[in-house]
């Protein structure tokens, strides 16, 4: 978890403790309280746990913290052998500040992976030297968190139960922008 939103009052336990137990297991956790009842004591006892505090009535400021709030660095996988539609891809996603690898084949996917700490993978069903559910079932061997997202210009539900199968995401091809927009943009408004 790279950020935590948490309120100040709840039942079993006061959002500045919830704060202070998540920095102690995670001190790199940017965490941001959330409050209807704060004051001055209160902000600044938030601001010593180097914690964001918002007041619940500036709703509309909060939303423009959260949308503008770096994720981190995230690597992400590109894997297709079309070579156009791979760096058309991966231009689009610099675009939302993200500078994701590439690979024209499995093989290399795989290699990028064995060197790379990688959290998503976009893999392409049809390539000449291994299909994407092997190259998904690789890379899940070698970190079985990694998300992964298998593209097709050419699916059946077979395909895509078998996708799902791995605990992957399907998209057609021709469904890419609206799958990335899911999985990478953060939702405005």
């Not at 990688?118 to 690789?138: C, E, F, R, S």
Request: with cysteine; hydrophobic share 40%.
């Amino acid at each position: 978890i790279h950020v935590a939103v948490v309120d100040q009052r709840m039942p079993d336990m006061e959002g500045l403790v919830v704060i202070t137990k998540l920095k102690s297991t995670t001190p790199d956790i940017r965490t941001v309280l959330l409050t209807g009842h704060g004051d001055e004591k209160l902000k600044e006892a938030t601001l010593a746990l180097n914690s964001t505090y918002f007041d619940k009535g500036e709703m509309s400021r909060f939303w423009d913290f959260l949308s503008n709030l770096p994720l981190g660095s995230i690597n992400i996988l590109l894997v297709d052998d079309n070579e156009k539609f791979v760096n058309a891809l991966a231009e689009r996603i610099r675009l939302k500040g993200y500078d994701p690898l590439i690979a024209l084949n499995g093989r290399e996917a795989i290699e990028i992976m064995a060197s790379n700490k990688i959290q998503m993978a976009v893999v392409d069903q049809d390539m000449p030297d291994m299909d994407g559910l092997v190259v998904i079932t690789k890379l899940k061997e070698i970190d079985p968190h990694i998300q992964t997202l298998l593209l097709t210009g050419h699916g059946d539900d077979k395909l895509r139960e078998a996708t799902q199968a791995l605990n992957s995401q399907y998209f057609e091809k021709e469904e890419i922008l609206i799958g990335c927009r899911n999985l990478l943009w953060k939702p405005t408004g």
